[in-house]
């Protein structure tokens, strides 16, 4: 009777039959989602660090089987790195080709701190009354069922073959229900993202013709954090990156016999730093935020967001935010400066009387639409000109250091540009009518997420719309040690992809 009901609602366009259809997706998600959990150990079981050639070799193998197996045609796009992987799927009668995007790959991994023998040996877990995570057996799921709040342990569980493994499991549902995808497929894996990408850019251009498609879907990323709603995001952030080194004496000199006298690079690069911002975290360099304006329709969709900003000061354990933005969704809309990391000297039971030869800033900008990233760069470099600085692109010669009274290495580099689509796009009112239909309410609609993603050489050289389906919980310790999916997440995740691959497009 389920599938007869589905498959009457889904033939019918009409949004009241659709919305008539919304239980239907649930009781697919949650009777599908044990019987791809086997798959899915059997993914994540795959080691998955790009450095590694026989990791990549894996996990390309794998996924060539998987998608063939749900009738994809796969070809793999060479590059002067890893290859990609492009899986299509004709579908009779449809008028629209969709492209999605994940990457196969993860971070590396320190067993040490995963508390668990090997992080790619997932393993299931729940939370004891005391908090803590303890490994359940495997068998639970088949004598129990799924219970939402148990969570799957392993590098990748989330980001991003959890998303992957949500998709074709939601394509196992609609072969059992006897229904079709609204749209031709296309679907790039990517088994580089971790490491930025890099052949990503020249790949797009090179393999255009084959990539062409109506609109992107990146599948990939958190849902909005603290509720774990539906969510939708329309940009991500880009990043650039800069390193900034200040010299002092040529190697570390005793304090004692030339503090007060030996220039101390430490502090000169403090006081550099600092005159870059302001108390509350405002970019003080003259142009950084041109070309920033946020309407009051853009102020609108941003206050929707339902951030729980309290709430999120308690668990980062400060009081007061920076004042860039009224608020973290305006905050986002910004270009950041950020110093992500210092050194000089030594610390600790290693520290040392010592005026310190250099001291060095990492800093990463993260980029919106709106800016331009070598003018960024540029504006930096030119800001640090006027502190005095002689700015060189290399260790200082005998020369620079008789001649400048300080001097500062300049190195940068652009990993990702920015991307936007517009909320209100075809494309965005159907994805927003999509969630919506499977889960019953409006998802969480934020205008840009603060990660970067490699998704600008899609959105400029093929010239389409991209918007991210993000699914998986927010504390899912992506990047870290203890990496892990919510079963809950899992289940609604296969739900959103249900829905995705059957609400028409146009209506």
Known sequence: MRRIFLTFALCCMGQAAWLQATWDYAALARERAPLAIPEFIELLSLPNDAHFPEHVRQNVQWAEVAFAKRGFQTQRLETAGPPLLLCTRQVPKATKTILFYSHMDGQPVDPAKWHQADPWQPVLKRQTAAGQ?????????????????????????????????????????????????????????????????????????????????????????????????????????????????????????HSGHYGNWAPNPALQLAQL???????????????????????????????????????????LGFVQAEKVGASLQEALQYPSLNIRGMASGWIGDKVRTIVPDKAVAEIDIRLVKESDPEQLIQLVRQHIESQG???????????????????????????????????????????QRALSVAFGQAPVVKRTSGGSIPIAPFVETLGIPAITVPTVNADNNQHSPNENLRLGNFIEGIQTMLALLTVPIEQ
């Not at 940009?235 to 390193?243: E, F, K, S």
């Not at 304006?293 to 951030?307: C, F, G, I, K, N």
């Open 133 to 253: 995570w303890e490994a359940i057996p495997w068998l639970w799921i088949q004598e129990q069922g799924i219970d939402p709040e148990w969570r799957i342990f392993a590098r990748s569980a989330s980001d991003d073959k959890g998303p992957v493994m949500m998709f074709l499991a939601a394509l196992d549902a609609l072969k059992q229900a006897g229904i079709e995808p609204a749209y031709h497929i296309k679907y790039i894996l990517d088994f580089e993202e971790e490491q930025g990408s890099k052949h990503l850019p020249q790949a797009v251009e090179q393999y255009r013709s084959l990539l062409k498609a109506d609109a992107l879907i990146i599948l990939d990323g958190p849902r909005h954090y603290p509720s774990n709603r539906p969510t939708l995001s329309f940009g991500a952030r880009g990043i650039a990156t800069i390193t900034l080194t200040v010299y002092g004496p040529r190697m570390p000199v």
């Open 273 to 315: 730093l600092a005159s870059m911002k302001d108390s509350d975290g405002r970019v003080l360099i003259p142009g950084f935020y041109d070309g920033i304006e946020l309407s009051e329709e853009v102020r609108a969709t941003l206050a929707q967001v339902p951030d729980n900003e309290p709430l999120l000061k308690q668990q």
């Open 389 to 431: 600085y002689c700015v060189l692109d290399s260790e200082p010669t005998e020369e620079a250091r008789m001649q400048c009274s300080r001097l500062c290495r300049f190195d940068a580099h652009i990993a990702y540009r920015a991307f936007r689509t517009d909320v209100n796009s075809p494309y965005g009112k159907w994805l």
